[in-house]
């Protein structure tokens, strides 16, 4: 067996099975993606829209594609067409792009509002103020093919556990802020992506629903 189904083996004994497991598949060959799918494995995350297209082209149909970057307004007509979810929703402008090229393709794309709660300026994502600003909006209550299933967030890259936790309970607190003002009666606001590698024990912890989890299944990120 291969080192990557090992990893795989091991780290799905340790999921709840509630947990949905995103293997980031990012600078990774077809070859390593496969071993994986092998496994039994579908759900594959990826974090620019022009390394996941021939990707997608190059590999089996019923893999569930999520979007786990940083993703440009100008890039959402390629992945539209298959996308399971887009988790890095940061702004109204790609939220109106993603309802445009849903219409095109007529489907209905499932996204999540990425929140920012670390630290690091470098970091993307929506304040919950701009948040509940996007939700309450005319605009918003027009989109037919988007459909929001909850949030995303990154924690500070940075050893101290006291602090990703405390970022991770922000998300939740924020989900459930969310939940309560508007989406009460729909059960499919029920997502909290939260995790990678380093910290998915902690994410798992306070709540995560979704963990992004890449180096520990498939070894160190090739550059």
Same mark, same amino acid.
């Given at each position: !067996?291969?080192?990557?189904?090992?990893?795989?083996?091991?780290?799905?004994?340790?999921? *709840?099975? #509630?947990?949905?497991? @995103?293997? @980031? &598949?990012?600078?990774?060959?077809?070859?390593?993606? !496969?071993?994986?799918?092998? $496994?039994?494995?579908?759900?594959?995350?990826?974090?620019?829209?022009?390394?996941?297209? *021939?990707?997608?082209?190059? +590999?089996?149909?019923?893999?569930?594609?999520?979007? =786990?970057? #940083? +993703? %440009? /307004?100008?890039? @959402?007509?390629?992945?539209? *067409?298959?996308?399971?979810?887009?988790? &890095? =929703?940061?702004?109204?402008?790609?939220?109106?792009?993603?309802?445009?090229?849903?219409?095109?393709?007529?489907?209905?794309?499932? $996204?999540?509002?990425?929140? #920012?709660?670390?630290?690091?300026?470098?970091?993307?994502?929506?304040?919950? &103020?701009?948040?509940?600003?996007?939700?309450?909006?005319?605009?918003?209550?027009?989109?037919?093919?988007?459909?929001?299933?909850?949030? !995303?967030?990154?924690?500070?890259?940075?050893?101290?556990? %006291?602090?990703?936790?405390?970022?991770?309970?922000?998300?939740?607190?924020?989900?459930?802020?969310?939940?309560?003002?508007?989406?009460?009666?729909?059960?499919?606001?029920?997502?909290?992506?939260?995790? !990678?590698?380093?910290?998915? *024990? @902690?994410?798992?912890?306070?709540? &995560?629903?979704? =963990?992004?989890?890449?180096? /520990?299944?498939?070894?160190?990120?090739?550059?």
């Amino acid at each position: !067996m291969s080192k990557i189904a090992d990893n795989y083996n091991e780290l799905i004994t340790e999921l *709840p099975a #509630h947990v949905i497991l @995103v293997a @980031v &598949s990012k600078t990774k060959t077809v070859d390593e993606i !496969m071993e994986l799918y092998n $496994c039994g494995h579908r759900i594959f995350g990826e974090s620019k829209a022009q390394e996941l297209l *021939p990707k997608y082209e190059a +590999l089996p149909k019923d893999i569930n594609w999520h979007m =786990v970057g #940083h +993703l %440009q /307004s100008n890039k @959402v007509k390629y992945i539209a *067409p298959f996308i399971k979810l887009i988790h &890095s =929703v940061d702004s109204f402008k790609l939220l109106k792009t993603i309802n445009k090229e849903a219409i095109k393709n007529d489907r209905i794309i499932d $996204c999540l509002f990425q929140i #920012h709660i670390a630290d690091e300026e470098s970091k993307f994502g929506l304040d919950i &103020s701009e948040t509940i600003e996007i939700l309450e909006s005319e605009a918003f209550k027009k989109m037919k093919n988007i459909r929001i299933r909850g949030l !995303m967030g990154m924690a500070t890259f940075t050893k101290d556990e %006291q602090k990703i936790r405390k970022e991770f309970k922000q998300l939740r607190f924020d989900f459930n802020t969310l939940k309560n003002k508007f989406f009460q009666e729909d059960d499919s606001f029920n997502q909290r992506s939260m995790g !990678m590698s380093d910290d998915w *024990p @902690v994410a798992i912890g306070e709540g &995560s629903t979704i =963990v992004r989890i890449g180096s /520990s299944l498939f070894g160190e990120r090739d550059t």
